[in-house]
T-cell receptor
C-alpha cells in the first residue's frame, strides 16, 4: 500500500516570492506521482505528474516538481507566486500496476499575501 | 471536450435518508472512481468501477454502494445517512490501461442535517 505525507498544512507566502510545497511518499513498489490543485468549491485540477524519465517535471501555471527516489519525495515549486495561486494543493501517488487506487495526502493550503 | 460531469452539485439530506449521486465520465474513459473529501481533508478512495463491476474498494462501510452502467456512467448510493457523511464527493474517470490519467469532476457537496 502507498501513503503520502504533506509536511505543511499551511504555507503563507508573499506575492512574487518563491514557494516550495513538500511531499513525501511511502511505497514498496514503483509509483506514479501527481500534484493537484483545488480552488474553493471546485474539484481537482492536475498540475503535473511524474511517470518516468526526467526527474524534473514541469506543469501548468509555472509549477514544477522534482522526483527524488532516494528521499521518496516529490516537492512542488514555483519561482514567483501570484495571488491567483491561493488554493489547496494535494500530492498523490498510485502504483504502476494499477492494482491500488490514487492515494492523496491531506493537502497544503497555500495563501499568497499581497 | 466534455470532461467529467457530476450531478447534483449540492444537496441537503436528513439523517437516515438515502442519497444517489451521479457521474458521467470523460469521453473515451471506461473506469470511474469515487472519492469522499471531508472538510479540510484530502480525498479518500471509496471504490472504483470497471466493466460494470466494483474493481477496488476503500475502507468504507457497506452503506456505500455503487453501480456502473453500459455507457460507463456511474452512481454512488449512500444509505442510512449519518452526519459524518457530509462531504464533497468527487468522481474521477480514467482508462483502465492508463491508471495515471485521472480526470476529476467538480464534485457533489452533500450536507446531512
Amino acid at each position: 500500500a502507498q501513503s503520502v505525507t504533506q509536511l505543511d498544512s499551511q504555507v503563507p507566502v508573499f506575492e512574487e516570492a518563491p514557494v516550495e510545497l513538500r511531499c513525501n511518499y511511502s511505497s514498496s513498489v514503483s509509483v506514479y506521482l501527481f500534484w493537484y490543485v483545488q480552488y474553493p468549491n471546485q474539484g481537482l485540477q492536475l498540475l503535473l505528474k511524474y511517470l518516468s524519465g526526467s526527474t524534473l517535471v514541469k506543469g501548468i501555471n509555472g509549477f514544477e516538481a522534482e522526483f527524488n527516489k532516494s528521499q521518496t519525495s516529490f516537492h512542488l515549486r514555483k519561482p514567483s507566486v501570484h495571488i491567483s495561486d491561493t488554493a489547496e494543493y494535494f500530492c498523490a501517488v498510485s502504483d504502476r500496476s494499477g492494482n491500488t487506487p490514487l492515494v492523496f495526502g491531506k493537502g497544503t493550503r497555500l495563501s499568497v499575501i499581497a | 471536450d466534455a470532461g467529467v460531469t457530476q450531478s447534483p452539485t449540492h444537496l441537503i439530506k436528513t439523517r437516515g435518508q438515502q442519497v444517489t449521486l451521479r457521474c458521467s465520465p470523460k469521453s473515451g474513459h471506461d473506469t470511474v472512481s469515487w472519492y469522499q473529501q471531508a472538510l479540510g481533508q484530502g480525498p479518500q478512495f471509496i471504490f472504483q468501477y470497471y466493466e460494470e463491476e466494483e474493481r477496488q474498494r476503500g475502507n468504507f462501510p457497506d452503506r456505500f454502494s455503487g453501480h456502473q452502467f453500459p455507457n460507463y456512467s456511474s452512481e454512488l448510493n449512500v444509505n442510512a445517512l449519518l452526519l459524518g457523511d457530509s462531504a464533497l464527493y468527487l468522481c474521477a474517470s480514467s482508462l483502465i490501461r492508463k491508471n495515471y490519467g485521472y480526470t476529476f469532476g467538480s464534485g457533489t457537496r452533500l450536507t446531512v442535517v
